[in-house]
Every structure is written in structure tokens, then in C-alpha cells.
């Protein structure tokens, strides 16, 4: 049988034609974790800094993730039309633009211009992660395509513990004043305390703008696989739109907006939870239990990974997403240490759930993998809408409480994990 375009792209990047490129592909796995857990830190100075309740710190989140649901659809047409570097390119940059808004939003102590940077840093990560995850699921057989998304994705953890790290050392100040002693102050000196504050996230963000762009020229000069375009030349293209008859698709886009949605919501609270539960426990201890949080999560995500060469992703889902849901609960009910190292382990059976999700949801989709990738990826608006439903749980009972949110989320997941056992394996031959 002729070999068709996409196979002869598959079969060069196998042999190393494109080393570069996918090199850079399994970086951007590291870019946006540190992105993402940076927020989590972020969560815990603006807290601090503008005196907000714990719903209001959730609009980090909530910006953030409403930028990865209205670009997605934006990501997805881009390369359509312009191949896989364009996308990255552009993720890139925008990403890079939000980190160096961050130098004015501290300037002007604005929380509101905070969040723009957020939605702007996070419509870029649409366009890397639209782009990185369906590339990394069509780079070889379609039987392995979940184990090999979950090795690419073994360097999200480590940006996500290098995002902690940044902002434990350089953006936590480990100073935290109760009501008495903000009280006793000047105005003059709450003022200065509070600007100190907002100001510690400026040189970071800077740095990390620059790194971005560096990467962004060395994607601009790199060749990418450009089987997307020549797909389009000898085959007609369906429309968006055929994505909402895919059933399977439509639960599997479900169970990320639940996992997500629980993944960002536990890490968002780690802190405020280690912080009300533990009193002992000082900002920068209570930070490192977030840490301790991804360190579990990257082990788990090797360990989980190189499972996957025995035991079926969809077995491993559905044990890792029920541990999931009792630890949640555990922290829910149990609260004080037991609750916090509860909720510090449910990170290492969470490793493997999005990377798996999103290679099983794009299994047989065929020419719609792109746009199904597109639709898996809006589905992240999951950690906006089920952080804010935890923050206003949080302020009507406890942060504890807010705990049952995310174990009810991992039920979906384990519903969706079910449901990919009793469906029939993918062939062999790809898409």
C-alpha cells in the first residue's frame, strides 16, 4: 500500500527528522505547568496583598481559564490553515506578552490588571496546548498514543515544581500580618507593606517573559511537521461543527472539564487549606506542601506512565481517579494533618488523568482529531467554574468542605474511565 503524506511525516519524525521540533514541543509541556502552578502561588499573595476573600481569589483561576475557552476554537482554525508552528509561535509570544504585563500591573497595584495579564498569558497556553497535545498523540502508533502524550507530559510536573520553587523563594515573602498588627500600623505603612507585596511578582514574570521569547525565535527558525496542511490538500476537511456528533468525544471533553476542574481547585486551596488546618504551619511551610504536592504528581506521572506498558491506560484511569475521589473526600471529612496529607497524596494518583482523558477522547476521530483536540481543550474552562465553586464553598462553610467538590468531580472521571474499558482498543494503523 502507498504510503500517504501523514505517514511519511509520521515515519521522518520517527527517525529524527523533526528532533528539534519535538524538542521544543516537550518544552512547552514544561512552560505551561510552571504557567499554571505559578497561579497557585499567585492565589496565595493576592490573597494577602489585596485583602481578598477566598471567591475572589479564585478570579485568578477563572480569568485564566476562561482565556484556554475562548481560544481553543481560534488555536484549532490556526492550524488548520497555517500548520503546527504557527500555532506554537503564536502561543508563544502571547504568552510572553502576559508575563510582561505584569511589570505595569505591579507598578499600579491593580488587581484587575493582574488578570488581564492571566487571560492573556493563558489564550497563548490554548494555542501551545491545542497545538503540543494532538502533535504528540499522532507521532506514531495509535495504540501507544496515550503512553507516549503521558512520557511528553512528564515535563509539565517539572515546570509545574519550577513554578512553586520561582514563587516560594522570589514572590513569597513568608511575612504575614494578623488584623491586630495591620491594625496598629500606619497608613503609610500598611501601604508599603501592601506594595512590597504586589511588587515581589514583577522580576520574575520579567524573566520568564524573556525565556518565552526565546523560545518563540527558536520555534520561528525550527521546521515543524506540517501534515495538518497537506491533510487539507488531498482530503476534504469536515466542519467544526461535526466535533457535537462524536459522543464519545462530547464525555470525553466532560470529564476534563471535571478534572481540570478538581486539579486546579485542590492546588488553587493546598495553601489556604495547609494555612487553616495546620495553624502552626508558617505561608512559606504551608507552600511547601504544595511542593510536596508536585513532587507526588511527577513521580506519579513517570511511574504511572511506564505502567501504561502493561496495564491499559483506561484500567489505570479508572483506579487512579477512584483514589482520587477518596482522598478528596478524606480531606473533606477528616480535616487537620490527616486531611492535609491526604489531600498532598491525591496529587500522585491525578498524574496521569489529563493526558490519558485527552488520548482516549481523540482516539478514531481521523481528519476531526484537531478539532476534537480544540473542543478536549475548552474543556479547561473546568478549572475556572469548579474553583470558583469551591472559593464560594469556602466562604459560606470551609475550605475543607469545599474539598467534596473535587471528589465529586473524580466520580465523573472514573464514570468516563468505565466507559473507555468496554470500548473496543484502537487499531493498529492510526488515523
Not at 503524506?5 to 519535538?22: D, F, K, L, N, S
Not at 514572590?171 to 500598611?190: K, N, P, V
Request: hydrophobic share 55%; aromatic share 12%; glycine share 8%.
Amino acid at each position: 500500500m502507498e504510503e500517504t503524506p501523514v505517514g511519511r511525516e509520521r515515519a521522518a519524525t520517527t527517525r529524527g527528522g523533526y528532533a528539534a521540533a519535538i524538542t521544543i514541543t516537550v518544552c512547552l509541556f514544561f512552560l505551561w505547568g510552571m504557567a499554571n502552578n505559578l497561579n497557585d502561588i499567585l492565589i496565595a499573595q493576592f490573597k494577602k496583598a489585596f485583602v481578598l476573600t477566598d471567591f475572589a481569589t479564585s478570579f485568578v483561576q477563572q480569568v485564566f481559564y476562561l482565556g484556554y475557552f475562548l481560544f481553543a476554537i481560534p488555536a484549532s482554525l490556526l492550524l488548520r490553515a497555517r500548520g503546527y508552528k504557527a500555532g506554537i509561535v503564536t502561543g508563544l509570544v502571547l504568552y510572553a506578552i502576559g508575563a510582561l504585563l505584569f511589570y505595569p500591573a505591579a507598578a499600579s497595584s491593580q488587581y484587575g490588571l493582574f488578570l488581564l495579564a492571566l487571560f492573556v498569558i493563558a489564550s497563548g497556553l490554548a494555542f501551545l496546548e491545542t497545538s503540543a497535545n494532538p502533535l504528540m498523540t499522532e507521532l506514531g502508533d495509535a495504540t501507544t498514543a496515550a503512553r507516549r502524550l503521558n512520557w511528553a507530559q512528564a515535563a509539565n510536573p517539572i515546570g509545574a515544581i519550577t513554578g512553586i520553587l520561582v514563587g516560594r523563594n522570589f514572590i513569597l515573602s513568608g511575612i504575614r500580618h494578623d488584623e491586630a498588627t495591620l491594625a496598629g500600623m500606619s497608613a503609610a505603612q500598611r501601604i508599603g507593606y501592601y506594595r512590597a507585596e504586589v511588587q515581589a511578582v514583577q522580576t520574575p514574570y520579567l524573566i520568564i517573559a524573556l525565556v518565552v521569547l526565546a523560545f518563540a525565535v527558536a520555534a520561528i527558525v525550527v521546521r515543524f511537521p506540517e501534515g495538518e496542511r497537506e491533510v487539507a490538500s488531498t482530503a476534504p476537511r469536515p466542519p467544526f461543527s461535526a466535533v457535537f456528533g462524536k459522543p464519545w468525544l462530547l464525555a470525553a471533553a466532560f470529564a476534563q472539564f471535571c478534572y481540570v476542574g478538581a486539579q486546579v481547585g485542590l492546588w488553587s486551596f493546598t495553601i489556604r487549606y495547609a494555612e487553616a488546618n495546620v495553624p502552626s504551619l508558617g505561608e512559606r511551610a504551608a507552600a511547601d506542601m504544595l511542593f510536596a504536592s508536585l513532587v507526588l504528581f511527577a513521580i506519579g506521572r513517570f511511574s504511572g506512565t511506564a505502567l501504561m506498558g502493561r496495564v491499559r491506560p483506561a484500567t489505570l484511569l479508572l483506579a487512579f481517579s477512584i483514589i482520587s475521589c477518596a482522598l478528596a473526600a478524606i480531606a473533606a471529612l477528616a480535616g487537620g494533618q490527616i486531611g492535609l496529607y491526604a489531600l498532598v497524596a491525591a496529587s500522585f494518583f491525578m498524574s496521569i488523568q489529563f493526558p490519558t482523558i485527552f488520548a482516549l477522547g481523540v482516539e478514531g476521530l481521523g481528519p476531526l482529531r484537531r478539532a476534537g483536540a480544540s473542543l478536549i481543550i475548552m474543556a479547561i474552562i473546568g478549572g475556572a467554574a469548579l474553583t470558583a465553586l469551591m472559593g464560594w464553598t469556602s466562604d459560606h462553610s470551609s475550605i475543607a468542605t469545599a474539598m467534596l467538590v473535587p471528589a465529586v468531580a473524580f466520580v465523573a472521571i472514573a464514570a468516563f474511565a468505565f466507559g473507555a474499558l468496554r470500548r473496543p482498543l484502537p487499531s493498529n494503523s492510526g488515523d
